[in-house]
T-cell receptor, first 114, second 111 residues
């Protein structure tokens, strides 16, 4: 069966510090991968998605970046965090092929920038 | 992707059916209707999806109007654990698709 791992679960970082959040998927090949952010009291915002290794599409311009160094690994990074980067970050995957594909989400990382 | 509109909140009595509406008047012919829910501080959970026909699974039923401009998610016997934000999304799915979440409907199931 497929599983998605996301870590860490919570993170407190000072303003200006770097960020690296990692997500890995097991049990499937060539998935579509996504990073979402949910600010407090708001809906989910799609940040990045990837349809393959090294292929990243950005939905929202910001000081975050994403990379996909391996088929089932998706990394969210920042060189210098801002206070506005605080939020709940979610990684998700879906099947790349098929007429319809539901997405499966990780448990999320709650980031607080102080 | 087609935009969807949902009421911001709804209440439902425990044990009764919860009917959550969604409008997607600009949906295109090959876009699916997906429903997810998010319980507080957890990742969203897939519930059900459909294209034209009504669908049912162990969690819920999805009723799609004939013109596909709206749909209703039905939780037949709501429990307190069904309290969550429910998202309706119209999307192509597969390699073309990425899910765009709106603000959803906050369903509160009350004893």
């Amino acid at each position: 069966s497929q599983t998605i791992h996301q870590w860490p679960a919570t993170l407190v970082q000072p303003v200006g510090s770097p960020l690296s959040l990692e997500c890995t998927v097991e049990g499937t090949s060539n998935p579509n991968l996504y990073w979402y952010r949910q600010a407090a009291g708001r809906g989910l915002q799609l940040l990045f998605y990837s349809v393959g290794i090294g292929q990243i599409s950005s939905e929202v311009p910001q000081n975050l970046s994403a990379s996909r160094p391996q088929d089932r690994q998706f990394i969210l990074s920042s060189k210098k965090l801002l206070l506005s980067d605080s939020g709940f970050y979610l990684c998700a995957w879906s099947l790349a092929q098929g007429a319809s594909a539901e997405a499966f989400f990780g448990q999320g990382t709650r980031l607080t920038v102080v | 992707d087609a935009k969807t509109t949902q009421p911001p909140s709804m209440d439902c009595a425990e044990g009764r059916a919860a009917n959550l509406p969604c409008n997607h008047s600009t949906i295109s012919g090959n876009e699916y209707v997906y429903w997810y829910r998010q319980i507080h501080s957890q990742g969203p959970q897939y519930i059900i999806h459909g294209l034209k026909n009504n669908e049912t699974n162990e969690m819920a039923s999805l009723i799609i109007t004939e013109d596909r401009k709206s749909s209703t998610l039905i939780l037949p016997h709501a429990t307190l654990r069904d309290t969550a934000v429910y998202y309706c999304i119209a999307n192509y799915g597969g390699s073309q698709g990425n899910l765009i979440f709106g603000k959803g409907t906050k369903l509160s199931v009350k004893p």
